[in-house]
């Protein structure tokens, strides 16, 4: 990698349902940084694979990462998910890991050079269906870990025909119901477990599934839908999600429990989300439609959406919009301690971590947003229609932080208030905050990458430090916002062609607007 930019990530994998093997003898797999941080090598294949000496052969590899992680699949057949099934999966994951996880992980260092005590070896679990697969029984999944390691499991649900997400998953190892011991920031973030959820998933003429990828899908055939109120949510694993057809994100739980450690969450924070990845990706792909009706939402992971159709972000009420965004992190303990907001010192640890979160304008390191969609990007109504400005959610956009510093020798308290994104919620105990962010943002830094077929229009924005890009074969319009970094808006067509209220929202930025037709601007 060039300077300043950590590791990739090498994703290799054999049949599971034919127990393909792997060979990687005197392989070179350099997944490592110049000055950043190394990235992860990620080997899948059946656990009877796994454990066989010519099955996984690494002999003389060299393997060059921060993490190499080995995971030993036990594929399940099904349609209906219910609570016995899960008992199953994780009794026969303790047994694989009880029993082979110390053998692997030495025979594994033993044959290869680079990352000896980076090798892991995690179970994995992979339910499959080849008709249709409804998920009827959700789990707290923050005491599945298994092995020497306490390694958290990925979970696999992949169906030929529709896939239905009708109950939630949570994994969350740090803790939020004691923000003042113990809470979650970029450095704190855990390993929690992986999901991947795939509809429409490729399979050969003979039965089967063709392949490990979970974004392997027959173009045309299968829906994937999360139900109104589920929320799937891991604090450092990744979500991926595919679909031969359309995929929808139900509408959001607004009495969902928030799991991120959000600045307000005692105080009853309306931040909600579908789903969710503190420090984890979400990765989805749709061979037809993505239509988000509530919330698809990281910190400081990144999300990276492939649609051949639309990306539809339905408005589904006065307060409601479908919405995919980054929210960034609060300053860890040591970067607070050393910045202009600790007034109190280390003596005052109520205030540094009630401050410390609350101080959202300072929200930094989050995920970037890549979208690429063959046709439109773009809010629209239950009905269908779309390209109105009033469509929009301004009161669901920006806020200010509000932080106050106690004077001891006066006893006074003075208040200051700084713009940032809206993370919604309360102030203190009473003051109610604007509805959250809603529409494509990066809240707390983070790059906006969007790319599509047809037309782009929504409210869209970058809150904190980082780029922002658009580019449409069709027009553009909407509110965009670029605090820190340049914007650029890319059409084939108009730029501001709906409406004489087309605005752009700028602080420290750098604006390019190009069209090939009109170019309009409030």
């Known amino acids: 990698t060039g300077l300043d930019a950590d590791g990739g990530e090498i994703i290799l994998g054999s049949g599971i349902t034919n127990a393909g093997s792997m060979t990687l003898d005197g392989a070179v797999l350099d997944a490592s940084a110049l000055d950043g941080e190394a990235g992860t090598i990620y080997l899948r294949m059946a656990r009877n694979v796994v454990t066989d000496a010519d099955g996984l052969s690494m002999n003389d590899a060299v393997l060059a990462a921060g993490k190499v992680i080995v995971e030993g699949v036990a594929t399940y057949q099904d349609a209906r998910i219910t609570s016995s099934d899960t008992t199953a999966w994780k009794n026969d994951a303790r047994t694989f890991m009880n029993t082979h996880e110390s053998a692997v992980e030495t025979r594994l260092r033993n044959e290869s050079t680079g990352s000896d005590d980076a090798i892991t070896l995690i179970p994995g679990i992979e339910v499959q269906s080849e008709g249709d697969l409804r998920i009827d029984t959700g789990l707290t999944l923050t005491n599945w870990r298994f092995g020497a390691q306490s390694v958290p499991a990925n979970i696999s649900f992949k169906a030929a025909?529709?896939?239905?997400?009708?109950?939630?998953?949570?994994?969350?190892?740090?803790?939020?119901?004691?923000?003042?011991?113990?809470?979650?920031?970029?450095?704190?973030?855990?390993?929690?477990?992986?999901?991947?959820?795939?509809?429409?998933?490729?399979?050969?003429?003979?039965?089967?599934?063709?392949?490990?990828?979970?974004?392997?899908?027959?173009?045309?055939?299968?829906?994937?839908?999360?139900?109104?109120?589920?929320?799937?949510?891991?604090?450092?694993?990744?979500?991926?999600?595919?679909?031969?057809?359309?995929?929808?994100?139900?509408?959001?739980?607004?009495?969902?429990?928030?799991?991120?450690?959000?600045?307000?969450?005692?105080?009853?924070?309306?931040?909600?989300?579908?789903?969710?990845?503190?420090?984890?990706?979400?990765?989805?792909?749709?061979?037809?439609?993505?239509?988000?009706?509530?919330?698809?939402q990281t910190a400081v992971g990144d999300i990276n959406l492939d649609v051949a159709g639309s990306v539809r972000m339905i408005r589904n009420s006065s307060d409601s919009m479908g919405t995919i965004r980054t929210i960034g992190s609060p300053m860890t303990v040591s970067d607070w301690m050393a910045s202009e907001y600790n007034w109190y010192g280390e003596d005052f640890g109520l205030f540094l971590e009630t401050d410390r979160r609350a101080a959202t304008h300072e929200y930094y390191q989050g995920g970037n947003i890549d979208i690429r969609a063959g046709g439109n990007i773009q809010v629209q109504m239950l009905s269908g229609t779309t390209d109105e400005m009033f469509f929009l959610n301004l009161d669901a956009w920006d806020d200010q932080t509000k932080l106050s510093q106690w004077i001891p020798s006066t006893d006074e308290f003075i208040r200051y208030e700084y713009w940032a994104a809206s993370y919604g919620g309360r102030d203190g105990v009473s003051e109610v905050r604007p509805a959250a962010t809603q529409g494509i943002a990066t809240m707390g830094g983070g790059n906006i990458d969007l790319d599509a077929g047809g037309s782009v229009f929504g409210q869209m924005g970058t809150f904190g430090q980082g780029d922002f890009s658009v580019s449409a074969q069709g027009n553009i319009n909407g509110w965009f916002l670029s605090h820190d970094g340049e914007l650029r808006l890319t059409s084939m067509t108009n730029i501001g062609n709906i409406s004489d209220d087309q605005a752009i929202q700028a602080f420290d930025s750098r604006i390019k607007l190009s069209a090939q037709g009109d170019t309009t601007l409030a």
């Open 161 to 296: 025909g529709n896939l239905y997400v009708n109950k939630s998953f949570f994994d969350y190892p740090t803790s939020y119901q004691d923000p003042y011991s113990a809470y979650l920031d970029v450095e704190t973030a855990q390993q929690s477990t992986g999901y991947s959820f795939t509809a429409g998933a490729s399979t050969s003429s003979a039965g089967g599934f063709t392949s490990s990828d979970p974004f392997a899908v027959s173009r045309g055939i299968g829906d994937l839908v999360f139900g109104d109120d589920v929320v799937v949510y891991t604090e450092g694993g990744d979500i991926n999600f595919a679909s031969g057809n359309h995929t929808e994100i139900g509408k959001v739980n607004p009495r969902s429990t928030d799991h991120m450690n959000l600045p307000n969450s005692f105080g009853g924070n309306d931040m909600k989300y579908n789903l969710g990845a503190y420090a984890g990706n979400i990765r989805g792909k749709a061979g037809g439609d993505l239509v988000v009706k509530g919330v698809i």
